[in-house]
């Protein structure tokens, strides 16, 4: 049963009411498979109403995408409970949960070469990397990353965008085993970084960053530039 909209609205409230739209249309379709027509009807309005909020389709799709990734920084800065791991899995987890509920628009804002790849999506796609690496690194209590420490988590960062892309186009891998997966990863990626690492005994102070985290297949430790490495 729908739900009857109030023909006057704010100017905020009617163009998020467009928004809401258009990522409903996103779910189920590839953005370039959706028109203004689609938008409109969707949401109860006409087309010159649609062009007093955008000035066209591309517009609307940043505007959507936009929406898309703050919620996904919105839950990535909610610290879930529990363990230093745990806490990594609950933000994979909403990252997993986010692309799922936005499946189209989330494919279409990181494959290349799509139809809304622009300089301001690109910026917005850059924004979650460099959040997700912040995440990590506020987890492991990190404040003055190595250059080799950075590279490793940005490198993790594009695991699991490749994996979650995976994961939505082609279906073959369990959703309930994602999170568990990628920080298993990333411990280990840590683990590789901190012997490598040659900034770690040139710094002073405690070393923090160092948690051992214990999975289901094996311990590991998740070492800062600043710490010992494992043993």
Same mark, same amino acid.
């Given at each position: 049963m729908s739900v009857a909209k109030p023909r006057r609205m704010s100017r905020q409230a009617r163009r998020d009411d467009?928004?809401? !739209?258009?990522?409903?249309?996103?779910? @189920? #379709?590839?953005? &370039?498979?959706?028109?203004?027509?689609?938008? @409109?009807? #969707?949401?109860? %309005?006409?087309?010159?109403?649609?062009?007093?909020?955008f000035s066209g389709l591309g517009e609307l799709r940043v505007a959507a995408l936009r929406t898309v990734v703050d919620d996904l920084l919105d839950r990535l800065r909610r610290r879930a409970s529990? @363990?230093?791991?745990?806490?990594?899995? !609950?933000? %994979?987890?909403?990252?997993?949960?986010?692309?799922?509920?936005? #499946?189209?628009g989330y494919l279409a804002l990181l494959r290349s070469g799509s139809v809304v790849e622009t300089s301001e999506t690109n910026a917005i796609v850059?924004?979650?990397?460099?959040?997700?690496?912040?995440? %990590?690194?506020? &987890?492991? &209590?990190? !404040?003055?990353?190595?250059?080799?420490?950075? !590279?490793?988590?940005r490198c993790w960062t594009a695991v699991v965008e490749g994996t979650v892309l995976t994961w939505l186009q082609e279906g073959d891998l369990r959703r309930e085993q994602l999170d568990g997966w990628l920080v298993d990863q990333l411990m280990a990626m840590l683990e590789v970084t901190a012997r490598h690492d040659d900034d770690r005994g040139r710094r002073g102070g405690p070393s923090a960053g160092q948690e051992t985290f214990t999975t289901p297949s094996q311990p590991s430790t998740c070492s800062g530039p600043r710490g010992p490495g494992p043993t």
């Amino acid at each position: 049963m729908s739900v009857a909209k109030p023909r006057r609205m704010s100017r905020q409230a009617r163009r998020d009411d467009l928004i809401a !739209a258009a990522l409903e249309l996103f779910s @189920t #379709r590839a953005p &370039e498979d959706v028109g203004i027509d689609d938008v @409109t009807g #969707r949401a109860g %309005v006409s087309r010159p109403l649609f062009y007093r909020y955008f000035s066209g389709l591309g517009e609307l799709r940043v505007a959507a995408l936009r929406t898309v990734v703050d919620d996904l920084l919105d839950r990535l800065r909610r610290r879930a409970s529990g @363990t230093r791991e745990q806490r990594l899995r !609950a933000a %994979v987890r909403a990252l997993v949960d986010v692309a799922a509920e936005h #499946r189209c628009g989330y494919l279409a804002l990181l494959r290349s070469g799509s139809v809304v790849e622009t300089s301001e999506t690109n910026a917005i796609v850059d924004e979650v990397r460099a959040r997700a690496v912040e995440v %990590v690194l506020a &987890e492991c &209590e990190i !404040a003055e990353p190595s250059p080799i420490l950075l !590279a490793t988590l940005r490198c993790w960062t594009a695991v699991v965008e490749g994996t979650v892309l995976t994961w939505l186009q082609e279906g073959d891998l369990r959703r309930e085993q994602l999170d568990g997966w990628l920080v298993d990863q990333l411990m280990a990626m840590l683990e590789v970084t901190a012997r490598h690492d040659d900034d770690r005994g040139r710094r002073g102070g405690p070393s923090a960053g160092q948690e051992t985290f214990t999975t289901p297949s094996q311990p590991s430790t998740c070492s800062g530039p600043r710490g010992p490495g494992p043993t």
